[in-house]
T-cell receptor
């Protein structure tokens, strides 16, 4: 289902700049996952962060999780034109069902 | 916006049987995707289903095991064939609505348990 909230809904930056996307959710979670989707393609998994973790890194990606605020952020550093895509967060609850945010459309201008 | 109805939401299946999951959209969409999610893990794309063409399967997934139909722009089915306990998972359909600026929508998921 689609119940989480992401902001901004759209983000336009220049190549080389950092992009930060935020995700808020409402219930307690097992983990939170970030995905990327290019138009016409399936979701690509980026990072999974568990509820007892606060920060994870993968290459140019940094994800933070604040369970007290029920929020997460995805930071893409030194963005590239190829990072242009929609980014989604998804939370897995105790029932193991995923809930997706509405997504952030990122445009990186060369 | 697009509203997706996915059925069944849950089912318990006997080993060796097959089950078909339906994904109904309230508007016409070009792209439909089928995913599998095992608890605690990320989504894995099974295949992309476009109307009028054969589904495109990802590595590790084959048509004989996961046949997909896409008879029109509002409907698709995924069949999990000859099920084993390893197929116990949540199966999720997703659509890309090009009519609303390529917005992505997700079904509620179908949780299958194979015993």
């Amino acid at each position: 289902s689609q119940q989480g909230e992401e902001d901004p809904q759209a983000l336009s930056i220049q190549e080389g700049e950092n992009a930060t996307m935020n995700c808020s959710y409402k219930t307690s979670i097992n983990n939170l996952q970030w995905y990327r989707q290019n138009s016409g393609r399936g979701l690509v998994h980026l990072i999974l962060i568990r509820s007892n973790e606060r920060e994870k890194h993968s290459g140019r990606l940094r994800v933070t999780l604040d369970t007290s605020k029920k929020s997460s952020s995805l930071l893409i550093t030194a963005s590239r034109a190829a990072d242009t895509a929609s980014y989604f967060c998804a939370t897995e609850n105790a029932g193991n069902m995923l809930t997706f945010g509405g997504g952030t459309r990122l445009m990186v201008k060369p | 916006s697009a509203v997706i109805s996915q059925k069944p939401s849950r089912d318990i299946c006997q080993r060796g049987t097959s089950l078909t999951i339906q994904c109904q959209v309230d508007s016409q969409v070009t792209m439909m995707f089928w995913y599998r999610q095992q608890p605690g893990q990320s989504l894995t794309l099974i295949a992309t289903a476009n109307q009028g063409s054969e589904a495109t399967y990802e590595s590790g997934f084959v048509i004989d095991k996961f046949p997909i139909s896409r008879p029109n722009l509002t409907f698709s089915t995924l069949t999990v064939s000859n099920m084993s306990p390893e197929d116990s998972s949540i199966y999720l359909c997703s659509v890309e609505d090009q009519g609303s600026g390529n917005t992505i929508y997700f079904g509620e998921g179908s949780w299958l348990t194979v015993v």
